[in-house]
């Protein structure tokens, strides 16, 4: 992540748009996702400096600032950065402007899941992510539904009861502990991120 402030995150839906603008200046593209083994996921930005300027200096892709939210509502945070087969998890590096980078972010992700409900990379959410290779067979992965035979029609069925229901479009964000750091963006010790009801 280059300079951006918490609370002025993007959202974007993966059936419209998939780049974003990151403050700093750069823009941002989702390549995609794909699973890598049976518990990884690799996650993979265009990041493109637009500025005025011939590089920008000092440019940070930290893993740590990464997460994914799983379809059961677990967070998982990026353990890896990469770009070019280089380890640049908690490195700074020049980006030229006639030469943006591909970003690889690597996460451990559940094999079950064939998309991310919410991927926050580079100061973008990215919603309902599909994963290339999909769910491992073998993992945890949906087994089709037994039929359950009817109930005789002598007994009848008792009334259903309606489901709890999420709003996967609607969260709470709370940010804790943030201070201003030397690159004019914030620095937060928590961030806490709630679907709501």
């Known amino acids: 992540m280059k300079k951006f402030l918490p609370l002025a995150f993007l959202t974007l839906s993966m059936a419209c ?15 995609g996702c794909q699973r890598v083994g049976s518990g990884q996921v690799q996650c993979s930005i265009k990041s493109t400096y ?3 300027g011939p590089t920008y200096y000092g440019a940070t892709y930290y893993a ?3 997460a994914a939210y799983a379809p059961d509502r677990r967070r998982f945070i990026a353990s890896r950065t990469t770009i070019d087969g280089r380890d640049v998890t908690n490195a700074t590096l020049n980006v030229a402007k006639a030469n943006p980078v591909t970003v690889v972010y690597t996460l451990d992700y559940p094999a079950q899941f064939d998309k991310i409900t919410m991927l926050f990379v580079d100061s973008g959410i990215l919603k309902e992510v599909p994963i290339k290779g999909g769910p491992i067979k073998g993992q945890g992965a949906a087994q089709p539904a037994t039929p359950k035979p009817a109930a005789p029609a002598a007994q009848p ?6 489901p709890a229901t999420i709003n996967l479009n609607a969260f709470d964000i709370s940010l804790t502990g943030c201070t201003l750091n030397a690159k004019g963006g914030y620095t937060c010790t928590k961030a806490e991120i709630n679907p709501k009801r």
Do not use: M
Not at 157 to 162: E, L, R, V
């Open 64 to 66: 740590r600032d990464t």
């Open 50 to 52: 637009t500025g005025s």
């Open 17 to 31: 748009a998939q780049s974003w603008t990151v403050e700093g200046p750069f823009r941002d593209e989702l390549l």
């Open 157 to 162: 069925a008792p009334a259903a009861q309606p």
